[in-house]
């Protein structure tokens, strides 16, 4: 990380070279709000905790996230969006398969159980629903649909095939069993749920398991 090198104003304008001071304290808030999240969980995640843990002051986070349900789901978010881009790698059985696998890995891994937290608190609070859908769903769903594009502007997608249909079924049966606990998260669970896409939507009728 780049270190700052002159004074800077509160607003993160740069006096000199380096990064800009803005940047640095936002990230270091970020992190301190990730740690908390799994530490201490959705709920007992205050503003309180994680100003303490980054050294900043509450008025600080508060200019930049207006709740702290919008910034534990942009803590969240830019995690796992170094974890687990969306792969692209020219194949698109690979590409699903790949990303619905790094996807398991994620719930079944250390940031699981804050992201059920924080999924399931968004069921009952229409504020964490918002900065859910704000901050995680939306941008995520872009990411993966632009992927998609790429593969029906080339055929390999139909063109009449509903690509936010194809997402929701994607994405639908994990979140499914996540939040039910009804059977397990694993890589062969991935594969089914390819396969199914692919064929039974007929986007690759060739599509197999072998």
């Known amino acids: 990380m780049d270190v700052v090198t002159t004074k800077q104003n509160e607003t993160g304008?740069?006096?000199?070279?380096?990064?800009?001071?803005?940047?640095?304290?936002?990230?270091?808030?970020?992190?301190?709000?990730?740690?908390?999240?799994?530490?201490?969980?959705?709920?007992?995640?205050?503003?309180?905790l994680i100003a303490e843990r980054a050294g900043a002051s509450k008025a600080t986070i508060y200019r930049w996230w207006?709740?702290?349900?919008?910034?534990?789901?942009e803590a969240l978010r830019e995690a796992v969006a170094h974890e687990m881009?969306?792969?692209?790698?020219?194949?698109?059985?690979?590409?699903?398969e790949l990303q619905l696998q790094n996807f398991i890995g994620l719930l079944n891994g250390r940031l699981g159980r804050a992201f059920k937290a924080f999924v399931g608190a968004a069921q009952s609070d229409p504020e964490v629903a918002a900065a859910f859908l704000e901050e995680w769903v939306k941008p995520r769903r872009k990411e993966a649909k632009t992927v998609l594009e790429h593969y029906q502007?080339?055929?390999?997608?139909?063109?009449?095939?509903d690509l936010d249909l194809v997402l929701d079924l994607l994405y639908g049966p994990l979140y499914f069993r996540?939040?039910?606990?009804y059977g397990a998260l694993t890589p062969e669970y991935a594969k089914q749920?390819?396969?199914?896409?692919?064929n039974g939507l007929a986007i690759q009728p060739e599509y197999s398991t072998r």
């Not at 881009?85 to 699903?96: C, V, Y």
């Not at 996540?178 to 606990?181: F, M, P, R, V, W």
């Not at 749920?193 to 692919?198: E, G, N, Q, R, S």
Request: proline share 5%; no cysteine; hydrophobic share 40%.
């Open 178 to 181: 996540l939040l039910s606990g």
């Open 153 to 161: 502007v080339n055929g390999q997608i139909a063109a009449d095939v």
């Open 13 to 48: 304008t740069n006096r000199g070279r380096g990064r800009p001071r803005s940047e640095v304290s936002r990230q270091r808030i970020l992190d301190a709000a990730l740690e908390t999240l799994e530490i201490s969980g959705f709920t007992n995640s205050t503003t309180d």
């Open 85 to 96: 881009p969306f792969p692209e790698t020219g194949d698109l059985a690979t590409d699903i």
């Open 66 to 73: 207006p709740t702290k349900a919008s910034l534990l789901a």
């Open 193 to 198: 749920i390819t396969v199914f896409a692919l």
